[in-house]
């Protein structure tokens, strides 16, 4: 194996190419147009360009991947995670083509790929099962039977794909059609097949993943688990090892059933067995045939890199260790950064500027030190065709107290201005009482999203007027001079205008006076405080652990500048493709229903009227794509008798 092409983009690129380099090992890097000047592609020794943006036309077309490594002359195919990485069709296409696949056998891929050929399986080697219906009938009528027969709670599940996409939970069977029908959606839209199943949900487990890995020769063990309760529309967003909940004899319980699974499927390389944990009691969610994005986490545990053992198994070396080699040390945590704000939205942008506390990248964090795999830097471009996920920040410390603390200081030391990102929200979620406690379970931000959501709110609140005028006046600092007029100013703050009045008293100083509240004389420019212009009067801006929007309000109308956007209007807030309109023009609305569906980033998102209204005017179509602010649907005064 002398050269392997990456079938992949961004950070997990970066990832690839890092391990086999310092092996000795040419890479050829592949990129769409939005990618053309992308870290992954300056990095590998070759790059290859693929034509075009979407997914559908660029990373997802074997035939373009194929002719790319025949151009180059690349042995060997890695796909990364996501994309074609668990495709069977794809990994027997480069078998077939004589390329090394650095992946499980297809035969593997196809058993444990689907859902409901990977219970079955389970079923046979005892490894436990939620009940549920997984059949060829993909009607809502059977469905509807068998969710009867089920019972309630349940989740419905698109049979192929990961990553939270194509789940929906039910509570009451009346929810099940709609829930049918947006899974099937979205399932099409990610992975190209619609089937569905459904399973008895369990309402308040663990999300427990166990990583193994086998071998051509007959070698599989496993690396430990990783816990992965912390997630966000089915999404991991934090992942830890060990879980607080595991100890030793549930480990080896957890890690036998994952083996036996593989074993089962013939299974050879890199995979992970994914359980939900209730109490004692496990039962199998799927199989990812792949790297896992939280894989630096069992990195830092094992001293091993996961990447060189996919490679050398690919090459038919035998496993590096046997089971009782495997030795964890210490605490790991991983936190995902997004490009989304603090309610999960995602967003799209240039990254103006960037900065990161001292780490290693694509390196195993030694106790107490941080890794940061991303593909960052100021200039680059997050857009719509991918999904959120900017880069990962992963702490190893002796222990999970000392993790934690060091994972909060990483990301409050991490500077992303242009564009939001949840650093603020991860850093909450790392240091609420439940999370910290050990005791945090699947619905932990289903639970306590709105009470971090008004933390980060009041905290930005706080430092807002300071950290906006240190934005405003960056570019023009207050005279030496001090001036007797005041300047009237205007600042939006999540919605709402702020009227302040702002003295220049010399020496770069400044008098500020609100009503109401005692005037505060500020120093500019603020220490600590970081800006950037993201328009003609807007500013993003960053302190510590606090990030926040300044934007000048004072040459609007002061009609609209004291508006909200309010319920008038319905606005796009990102880009995406629109793929439902649920309502018409006249129709009544009650607060709270769904108005447009957003397809974005591969997740489907419900806008919804923010009071009881009517239909005034919608003005987009199924299929169109919107940008951040576009209307999208107005509103008149609800009708007499309307739903309140």
């Not at 018409?584 to 397809?599: H, R, S, Y």
Request: hydrophobic share 45%; proline share 6%.
């Amino acid at each position: 194996m002398k050269k392997i092409l990456i079938a992949n983009r961004g950070e997990i690129a970066r990832r690839v190419i890092h391990t086999a380099h310092r092996m000795g090992i040419e890479t050829v890097a592949v990129y769409s147009d939005p990618d053309a000047n992308a870290l992954h592609v300056r990095e590998a020794t070759q790059a290859v360009a693929l034509g075009g943006e979407a997914s559908a036309d660029t990373y997802l077309r074997t035939d373009k991947l194929l002719a790319a490594a025949r151009a180059t002359g690349a042995d060997a195919v890695h796909p990364g995670y996501g994309f074609l990485s668990e495709n069977a069709d794809f990994a027997q296409a480069v078998i077939d083509a004589g390329l090394s696949w650095i992946g499980p056998p297809p035969g593997a891929i196809r058993a444990l790929g689907s859902k409901a050929g990977a219970k079955a399986l389970a079923q046979s080697q005892d490894v436990p099962c939620l009940p549920g219906y997984a059949g060829d009938d993909q009607s809502d009528e059977r469905f509807a039977a068998e969710a009867a027969r089920i019972g309630t709670p349940l989740m419905v599940k698109a049979v192929a794909g990961g990553g939270g996409r194509g789940m929906r939970l039910v509570t009451d069977l009346a929810q099940l059609p709609a829930a049918l029908a947006s899974a099937r959606s979205e399932a099409l839209a990610g992975f190209g097949c619609s089937d569905l199943l459904i399973e008895r949900a369990l309402l308040q487990p663990r999300h427990v993943e166990v990583q193994i890995f086998a071998d051509a020769h007959g070698g599989c063990i496993h690396l430990g688990e990783r816990d992965c309760s912390v997630q966000r529309r089915h999404q991991k967003i934090i992942e830890e090892s060990p879980s607080p909940a595991v100890d030793a004899a549930l480990r080896e319980r957890m890690g036998a059933c994952a083996v036996a699974l593989a074993q089962a499927a013939g299974y050879v390389g890199a995979g992970t067995v994914e359980f939900l944990l209730d109490g004692a009691e496990f039962f199998l969610m799927e199989m990812n045939t792949r790297l896992q994005v939280e894989h630096p986490v069992t990195e830092a545990l094992t001293g091993l890199d996961l990447v060189e053992w996919q490679i050398r198994v690919a090459r038919g070396e035998p496993l590096p260790l046997t089971q009782d080699q495997v030795h964890l040390q210490g605490h790991a945590i991983e936190v995902r950064l997004c490009a989304e704000d603090a309610h999960f939205r995602p967003h799209t942008g240039r990254v103006l500027q960037f900065s990161a506390p001292p780490a290693t990248a694509f390196e195993r964090a030694a106790p107490g030190a941080l890794r940061f795999d991303h593909a960052l830097e100021e200039g680059a471009e997050v857009t719509p065709h991918y999904d959120a996920m900017l880069g990962k920040l992963i702490v190893h410390a002796p222990t999970r107290p000392e993790a934690i603390a060091a994972l909060v200081r990483a990301l409050q030391g991490t500077r992303v201005l242009g564009l939001p990102t949840n650093r603020a929200f991860l850093a909450a979620c790392l240091q609420h009482p439940v999370f910290a406690s050990g005791q945090a379970l699947v619905p932990f931000l289903a639970e306590h999203a709105q009470e971090l959501q008004r933390l980060l709110s009041n905290n930005e609140l706080s430092v807002h007027i300071p950290s906006a005028l240190s934005a405003i006046f960056a570019s023009n600092t207050p005279s030496d001079l001090p001036c007797a007029m005041a300047r009237p100013l205007r600042l939006r703050h999540q919605g709402e205008v702020h009227a302040i009045a702002v003295r220049e008293l010399g020496g770069g100083r400044l008098l500020v006076e609100q009503a109401g509240a005692e005037p505060v004389t500020l120093q500019l420019p603020q220490r600590g405080v970081h800006c950037v212009a993201v328009g003609p009067r807007r500013w993003h801006w960053q302190t510590g652990g606090v990030d926040g929007w300044a934007e000048d309000a004072s040459w609007e109308p002061a009609a609209r500048a004291g508006a909200a956007g309010g319920a008038a209007e319905l606005r796009a807030p990102f880009n995406g493709k629109v793929v439902a309109l649920p309502v018409a023009a006249g129709q009544a609305l009650a607060a709270g229903d769904t108005v447009v569906v957003i397809e974005s980033m591969k997740l489907e998102h419900s806008l919804a009227s923010p009071a009881a209204a009517t239909v005034a005017e919608l003005l987009v179509a199924p299929g169109q794509q919107v940008s951040p602010g576009q209307v999208l649907a107005r509103f008149a005064p609800a009708m007499q008798g309307a739903p309140a």
